[in-house]
C-alpha cells in the first residue's frame, strides 16, 4: 500500500512535467523577461536592450496619458459591469423560465459569443456608422437622429461598452443560468408557504445563493475590463481623440507601432499589478457579500 | 544510441543550413522582402526578378512579399532575430532607424551603375556621404481634380499656377452645387501638416533640426486655413459628412471636385473613375511645396551574400530595364528616369497632364529626419485633432504641442 503511494506521487509528477514545461517556456520565462525589459530601452531592431533603471515607469507616472487611459478604462468599467451583470441576470431568469422557444432564444445569445472578436466589430463598425450605418437607419424611421457612435467623444466608449455587452451576454447568462439551476427548489416552496412576495424571493433567496456565480462573473468581468482591446483596435482605433484608448491598445501601440519595447513592458506591468491587486481586493470583500452554502 | 541520433541530427541541419546559400544548380540564394508590389504589382516584380535572373545565371532571387500593415513588425523581428532577409525594403520613413542600428550594410556606388538615378532620391538615402540603401521608386502628391464637377460649375480648370485662394474659390463654386458635394480635400495630419506649413513660409524644426518650431506664427496661420476649409466654408467635409468614407471613395464618387494625394493613386483612379480627371501642381501658398516619398532596397549586415544582394539592389534601382517595367505597369515613379522610361511614363493616361508630376519635382520637402517621428507623428496629431473639434484655437493647439512634444522628444 505504501509503496503505490509512492508511484502514486510519481506519476502525478510525470503527468505534470509536460504541461509544466509548456508553462515555463511560454509563460514564466516571457513574463520574467518582459519584467527585466521594463528596465531597459528596445526598440528590437537595435539589438541588445539598453539597461535604464525605473526610467521608464518615472516616464509614465509623469506623463498625464496613463492616467487619461486609466480614467477611460474606468468608464469602460463603470459603464459594461453594472451593464453586464444586470442584463445577463434577467436574461438568465427568462432563461430559467419554461416559455416555448427558450433554448432557440439560448442558442441565438449563445452565437455572438462564438463570433470572431474582429468579425465581429468589422460589422458593429459599419453598423454603427454615424453616416451610413444601420443603427441610425432604424432610428431615423423612428424620428430620431442618431449620434456618430463611434465619431463622436460622448458616444466613442458607450459604443464599445454595447458591443461587449452584445458580445459577452450569452456567454455569462449562461453561467448565472447554471448557478440558478443550482438553487434547490424546496427553498423557494418554502417560501411560498411562509407568505413572500416575488420581489422578497428574488432578494432573500435568489440573490444569496447565487452570489457565488455573480462573485466569479464579477472577478472575469473586471479582468476583461483591463484587457479591453480587439474591439477597441478595429472599431475606434483608440481615438476620436483618444477617448476609447485603454491600456493594452497602448501597449500594442508603443511596442509594435513605435517598437518602444521597454516602455510597453512597463505598461503591461503596471497592467498586471492593477489587475493582481483589484483581484485580491474583490476576495478579501467577497466575505461581505457573498454567501455559500 | 541517443547520442548517436542527436549527432546524425545535428550533421543533417548543419547540412540543410549550409545548403540553403547554393541551389542544386550551384546558383547563389538571396532571399528579398518587400510590401510594395502587395496589391496588385506582384507579377511587374516577377517579372523583374525574371529578367535579373535572365542577366545574372548565377543568382537566384527568392521573394516574399507581406502586406504594408504587418510588413514593418515582421522585419523589426526578423531582423532582431538575426532572420533578417538578404535584401529588402525600407520606406524613408522607418530608413534612418535601421540604419542608425547598423543594420544596413554600406552599399559601394563605386562598384555598381547609379548614373540614371534621380539625385534626390539617391541623397535620401545616404547617411554623412555612405549610401546605405537604393532608391526604387518615388512618388509626390498632386492636385487631382474631377473635370465634370468644374464644367457644372461652369469654372476654370486649375493651373500649375494656383494658390490657396484660387482653390479656394473654386472649391466653394462646386461647393454651392449640392449638399453633398464638396470642394477640395486635404486631410489634416502631420503629414500634411509638416507640407503645409512650408508653403507659408513655416517649418516643422529648425534647420539643423535640433529643436521643434511648430508654434511659429507661420505655421498658426497655415493650421488656421487648413481647419478654416472645415470649419467655416465647410468645402472640405468633416468626419460626421465623410460618415467612415475615406477622401478616395468621396472622389471616385463624383462628389468632390479636387482632392490633394499621391501619384499612387493614378492607377485605383484610371480603373474606377467614371468621369474626366485631370491632374496640376498642387497649389501653394506663399510658395509651392509638395511631398516627397520614397523606397528603397537595403542589403542586410548580416547577410552572407552583399555583393550578390548589391548587385541585385542596383538592377532594381538603376537599370532602364526595371524602370520601363515599372513604368508600364503604372507603378509610382521610377528613380532611373532615362528619355525612354519617361516617354513611357506619361503615355498612359489618365491623366494626361502627366507633366505635372516632373514639375512637382522642384517643390519637394521631405519629412524631419528622425528616429521617433512616427510618435511624434501621432502625439502632434492627437493636438491637430483637438483643434478640428474646436476643443482648441490653432494657436492654443501649437503652443501645447510645442511644449509637449519639445520636452518629450528633445
Known amino acids: 500500500m505504501k509503496k503505490l503511494h509512492k508511484n502514486f506521487k510519481f506519476y502525478i509528477i510525470i503527468f505534470l512535467i509536460p504541461c509544466s514545461i509548456g508553462y515555463l517556456i511560454f509563460s514564466l520565462l516571457p513574463m520574467i523577461s518582459a519584467l527585466y525589459l521594463s528596465f531597459t530601452s528596445w526598440d528590437v531592431i537595435g539589438g541588445t536592450p539598453n539597461f535604464i533603471g525605473a526610467e521608464n515607469y518615472q516616464n509614465i507616472f509623469d506623463g498625464d496619458e496613463f492616467y487619461r487611459v486609466m480614467g477611460n478604462t474606468f468608464k469602460f468599467i463603470i459603464l459594461y459591469i453594472p451593464g453586464i451583470i444586470i442584463s445577463s441576470f434577467l436574461v438568465a431568469i427568462l432563461f430559467d423560465t419554461k416559455v416555448k422557444g427558450v433554448t432557440g432564444f439560448r442558442i441565438l445569445l449563445f452565437i455572438p459569443v462564438l463570433t470572431s472578436w474582429v468579425a465581429g466589430s468589422i460589422i458593429w463598425k459599419s453598423a454603427l456608422n454615424g453616416q451610413y450605418g444601420l443603427i441610425n437607419n432604424i432610428l431615423g424611421l423612428i424620428g430620431i437622429e442618431g449620434p456618430g457612435w463611434l465619431t463622436d467623444t460622448k458616444w466613442s466608449m458607450v459604443s464599445v461598452v454595447l458591443v461587449s455587452i452584445w458580445k459577452d451576454l450569452g456567454f455569462f447568462s449562461l453561467i448565472i443560468f447554471g448557478g440558478l439551476r443550482g438553487i434547490d427548489k424546496t427553498v423557494y416552496e418554502a417560501a411560498e408557504i411562509d407568505g413572500a412576495n416575488s420581489f422578497q424571493t428574488l432578494r432573500r433567496i435568489t440573490l444569496p445563493l447565487v452570489s457565488p456565480t455573480l462573485f466569479f462573473v464579477l472577478i472575469t468581468t473586471m479582468i476583461n475590463s483591463f484587457q479591453l482591446f480587439p474591439q477597441v483596435m478595429v472599431m475606434t482605433g483608440g481615438g476620436p481623440l483618444g477617448s476609447t484608448q485603454v491600456i493594452v491598445e497602448r501597449i500594442y501601440t508603443y511596442g509594435f507601432k513605435y517598437f518602444n519595447m521597454g516602455y510597453a513592458a512597463a505598461l503591461s506591468m503596471i497592467l498586471l499589478i492593477v489587475i493582481v491587486s483589484i483581484t485580491i481586493i474583490q476576495l478579501i470583500l467577497q466575505k461581505k457579500w457573498v454567501f455559500y452554502e | ?410
Open chain 2, 1 to 410: 544510441m541517443k547520442k548517436l541520433t542527436v549527432f546524425i541530427l545535428l550533421v543533417f541541419m548543419v547540412f540543410t543550413i549550409t545548403a540553403c546559400n547554393k541551389d542544386d544548380d550551384g546558383r547563389i540564394q538571396i532571399d528579398f522582402l518587400n510590401f510594395s508590389s502587395n496589391g496588385g504589382q506582384e507579377e511587374t516584380l516577377a517579372a523583374m526578378i525574371e529578367a535579373f535572373e535572365t542577366e545574372n545565371p548565377d543568382i537566384k532571387v527568392n521573394v516574399e512579399t507581406l502586406g504594408y500593415d504587418d510588413y514593418f513588425t515582421q522585419l523589426a523581428i526578423r531582423v532582431a532575430g538575426n532572420q533578417a532577409p538578404d535584401v529588402y525594403e525600407l520606406n524613408i520613413e522607418n530608413f534612418k532607424a535601421y540604419a542608425d542600428k547598423g543594420a544596413l550594410s554600406e552599399i559601394d556606388t563605386t562598384k555598381i551603375d547609379v548614373s540614371q538615378v534621380h539625385e534626390t532620391t539617391l541623397e535620401a538615402f545616404q547617411i554623412g556621404s555612405k549610401q546605405y540603401g537604393l532608391p526604387t521608386k518615388f512618388s509626390n502628391v498632386v492636385l487631382i481634380y474631377n473635370k465634370d464637377l468644374f464644367d457644372e460649375a461652369g469654372i476654370d480648370y486649375p493651373t500649375n499656377d494656383w494658390t490657396w485662394d484660387e482653390e479656394l474659390e473654386a472649391a466653394q463654386a462646386i461647393r454651392a452645387l449640392g449638399d453633398g458635394i464638396f470642394g477640395v480635400s486635404r486631410p489634416i495630419q502631420t503629414h500634411e501638416f509638416y507640407k503645409t506649413v512650408v508653403q507659408n513660409g513655416g517649418s516643422m524644426m529648425n534647420v539643423d533640426q535640433t529643436e521643434f518650431t511648430l508654434n511659429s506664427v507661420e505655421n498658426i496661420e497655415a493650421l488656421g486655413m487648413m481647419i478654416d476649409r472645415i470649419n467655416e466654408t465647410n468645402v472640405t467635409p468633416n468626419a460626421e459628412q465623410l460618415g467612415g468614407m475615406g477622401d478616395w471613395d468621396l472622389f471616385l464618387s463624383g462628389r468632390l471636385g479636387m482632392i490633394v494625394t499621391g501619384i499612387w493613386a493614378f492607377s485605383t483612379f484610371a480603373d474606377e473613375a467614371d468621369f474626366d480627371w485631370d491632374i496640376v501642381v498642387e497649389p501653394g501658398i506663399k510658395t509651392k511645396a509638395t511631398h516627397f516619398f520614397s523606397d528603397a532596397v537595403v542589403v542586410s549586415s548580416k547577410s552572407k551574400q552583399q555583393e550578390a544582394g548589391a548587385k541585385f539592389a542596383a538592377f532594381l534601382s538603376g537599370s532602364e530595364e526595371a524602370a520601363l517595367l515599372r513604368a508600364d505597369a503604372n507603378w509610382d515613379l521610377p528613380v532611373a528616369l532615362t528619355d525612354e522610361v519617361v516617354d513611357t511614363y506619361k503615355s498612359i493616361t489618365p491623366p494626361l497632364n502627366k507633366q505635372a508630376v516632373f514639375d512637382s519635382l522642384d517643390y519637394l520637402v521631405t519629412p524631419p529626419s528622425l528616429e521617433r517621428f512616427n510618435e511624434i507623428a501621432d502625439d502632434l496629431k492627437s493636438y491637430l485633432d483637438r483643434a478640428i473639434a474646436k476643443e482648441l484655437t490653432a494657436k492654443e493647439a501649437l503652443d501645447q504641442a510645442q511644449a509637449f512634444i519639445s520636452s518629450k522628444y528633445e
